[in-house]
């Protein structure tokens, strides 16, 4: 049995990356709380995972919960490495599995992304920054060489396809397929479904709406007009009855968080 399997298959790693996911689900909850305060007028709230991490730290036992969070998010980030190495073994189809590990690869850079975000936070070495200026700033560079605007575009269109397959999860319900549902409190698999559908389906419309903006950002060669989450949902606010669209997506982000809290026991390794 190889190194990674083993690592894969130990009882401590499990644990530690199942809270670690559990973590990654407290994230998603808080950004659904601070989208629903710019819904109802706040637009001063930098509402993504950073700005989470910002309100937790804010308060009285904010810097202990934000090293718990740190250290769990280093965690999730780790399990999901390994589920990138050696998970998914239960997906038939070669190409479906490939496309899981990557999509693992991509979760396991966000945790820790997060949680070196959460550490800086909690040691006071920095602050959490502008998601929103990172963004611009790395498509200023990008956009700054001689084929910027095509490399952005391209970026663009696979951040809308990334967005296209997270609806498309969270409609036909596929996310199912990864869990042992057994392992969940008899009578709740139909409130996980519900919590999965509107979850996925909601990341889905914000990581769209950042790919339209990117988009745009090519097509003007402008890298004022890209942005993260945060600019997603102050975007998605500001259209015809955007009040109503960013509660509702705002609802569907803390549904996503919630639903990690059961995949966090009940997701196959």
Not at 48 to 76: C, H, N, P, T
């Amino acid at each position: 049995m190889s190194t990674a399997t083993q690592a894969k298959n130990s009882t401590t790693l499990q644990v530690l990356g199942r809270a670690g996911m559990v973590c990654y689900g407290v994230v998603h909850v808080l950004v659904g709380y601070l989208a629903l305060r710019v819904a109802f007028g706040d637009s001063s709230e930098q509402a993504d995972q950073r700005g989470a991490l910002e309100e937790i730290g804010s308060g009285g036992l904010g810097k202990a919960v934000l090293w718990v969070l740190g250290i769990g998010l280093f965690a999730y980030a780790l399990w999901q490495l390994l589920l990138a190495a050696k998970g998914y073994e239960w997906v038939p189809k070669k190409n479906k599995r490939i496309r899981k590990r990557i999509g693992a690869v991509v979760r396991a850079i966000i945790g820790i992304s997060l949680g070196v975000t959460a550490v800086r936070l909690a040691s006071g070495s920095g602050s959490a920054g502008s998601g929103n200026q990172q963004q611009k700033s790395w498509t200023a560079e990008v956009l700054s060489l001689p084929a910027g605007r095509l490399l952005v575009g391209a970026a663009a269109l696979v951040v809308i396809g990334v967005a296209a397959a997270l609806v498309s999860k969270g409609v036909r319900k596929s996310f199912l397929k990864d869990l042992n549902t057994g392992d969940l409190p008899a009578g709740s698999q139909r409130w996980v479904t519900r919590l999965g559908v509107a979850g996925y389906i909601a990341k889905g419309v914000v990581l769209g709406i950042i790919g339209i903006l990117l988009g745009i950002a090519a097509l003007h060669r402008n890298a004022g007009e890209a942005g993260g989450l945060d600019a997603a949902l102050k975007t998605l606010a500001e259209q015809p009855f955007g009040t109503v669209a960013l509660v509702v997506v705002a609802l569907g982000l803390a549904a996503y968080g919630v639903y990690c809290f059961a995949a966090a026991r009940a997701h196959k390794s």
